[in-house]
């Protein structure tokens, strides 16, 4: 376990990107509404909702809508089970130096964060000559630039009003590197925090064959405030999820930072990207490409969270509106290449396309699985939200072997944070057309 997070009092996990997860947990709450009526909360059990399906018997009301959103539901509901009883484990890894890394670091007047990230970075248990430490110093109007670079970093500095965001910023830097003098490139956000044992375990993941590997996404700070707590719980869950997905032998999803490409992936598949989530955009290009994303689970990243909740609802927006953009963009050429991959033979990276089919469009169904639940009785929904959620949260706390206490009594406004998703989910869809980039403050 990381020094930088003893002092919190609890073994860390999180997601491959928060949103994909956030959407995850949604959908558990969301099937639980499904089985409401009009008369009560939960008056028949749910397998009796899962036999009319099975059955074909509609429900009363949207009856063929919500099964098919529930066979979405159950899908995922199937995969987190299976995480929660997968056990973690942490590699004793000797510091051998085999893979030479770039560490990628686009900041954009990050001058409160960018140092200490830095000087984290490069005293990780790495031979000092394998890794190099690369901040793109974004359209900064700030100190990031000279910081960085006190604190040891190559410095490339970017100016580009027309182009604005990450997926820009390292698609320059890309062509400013020379790349080939790497085996693999880590891009990590400029408030990021490794475990010591970081690059140790992309190492020996490059060892065993595996070509993209995202790490292990934790929350810097988990007890900083309400926000924040949530977070930590949809994290946490989320890397149940990818747990679950590396033993089944699907894809993980990357998580916008702590991921691992080597360098031969970024020269053959190319990093062009044109939404607001880069991350699942990759993904998606990775998976049609007949790549797939490993997950290592001792590849600790620490994150830092919004403390604020105008802060987060700007930067959920965002990633609804790329989701949105993403599904719209690739829901044709994931079809078309199941249909090649089925074509043939290879049954593996089928199931792949599949999994990332079932999850793109998530955030469209759950909306609409709202909708319904909302028609079937407001008041069952709103107490079966505010019920649920923070029962539900207990299972990846427990899993986690969280024992923070501060989280756990965070855990009633689990309910407030879900709901602030509905009315983010729709604006995000309705305006998906609005590809505005904006940092979220640390």
């Excluded at 040891?152 to 604005?164: D, H, I, S, T, Y």
Aim: hydrophobic share 45%; proline share 3%.
């Amino acid at each position: 376990m990381a020094d930088t997070c003893s002092w919190l009092g609890y073994r860390g996990c999180s997601q491959a990107h928060q949103r994909d997860q956030d959407r995850f947990f949604t959908a558990i709450v969301v099937s639980w509404v499904g089985s409401l009526n009009e008369d009560g909360l939960r008056e028949r059990p749910l397998s009796k909702d899962l036999g009319r399906l099975w059955q074909g018997k509609p429900e009363s009301k949207g009856g063929k809508s919500m099964e098919i959103i529930a066979l979405f539901y159950l899908y995922h509901i199937l995969i987190f089970m299976l995480g929660l009883g997968i056990p973690r484990t942490w590699r004793a890894l000797q510091s051998r130096g085999e893979h030479r890394f770039v560490v990628v670091i686009p900041a954009h007047n990050e001058e409160n964060v960018i140092r200490e990230s830095v000087l984290n970075i490069r005293s990780c248990n790495y031979p000092a000559g394998r890794f190099d430490v690369c901040v793109i110093a974004d359209n900064c109007t700030d100190r990031t630039a000279e910081l960085a670079e006190s604190a040891g970093a190559l410095v490339l500095q970017r100016f580009n009003r027309e182009l604005v965001g990450k997926q820009h910023a390292i698609k320059w830097a890309f062509e400013q590197i020379y790349l080939d003098e790497y085996d693999a490139v880590i891009i990590l956000d400029a408030d990021n925090h490794i475990d010591p044992n970081y690059l140790n375990v992309m190492d020996d993941e490059l060892s065993k064959g595996n070509r993209v590997i995202q790490g292990y996404l934790d929350a810097k700070n988990p007890g900083d405030s309400w926000v924040t707590a949530n977070y930590a719980y949809m994290t946490w869950y989320g890397c149940r999820l990818l747990m679950a997905r590396k033993f089944l032998g699907l894809s993980a999803w990357l998580g916008g930072t702590g991921m691992c490409i080597r360098t031969d992936v970024i020269n053959r598949v190319g990093w062009d990207l044109h939404t607001l989530t880069d991350d699942v955009e990759y993904t998606c290009q990775l998976i049609i490409a007949g790549e797939k994303v490993s997950f290592a689970s001792d590849a600790i990243v620490y994150d830092q969270k919004p403390t604020k909740i105008m802060d987060s609802l700007r930067q959920r927006l965002r990633w609804m509106r790329g989701q949105t953009q993403t599904c719209i963009r690739y829901m044709p050429s994931l079809l078309m290449a199941m249909g090649r991959f089925w074509w043939k033979g290879n049954l593996g990276q089928v199931a792949r396309v599949f999994d990332a089919l079932m999850w793109i469009p998530m955030h469209v169904m759950i909306f609409a699985a709202v909708v319904l639940s909302v028609h079937q009785g407001w008041w069952q929904y709103l107490l079966s939200v505010f019920l649920s959620v923070p029962t539900l949260y207990i299972l990846p706390l427990a899993a986690e072997q969280i024992k923070f206490s501060r989280v756990w009594a965070y855990l009633f406004t689990g309910g407030a944070f879900f709901l602030t998703w509905i009315p983010i989910t729709a604006y995000g869809v309705i305006s998906c057309g609005n590809k505005k980039w904006w940092r979220t403050p640390h």
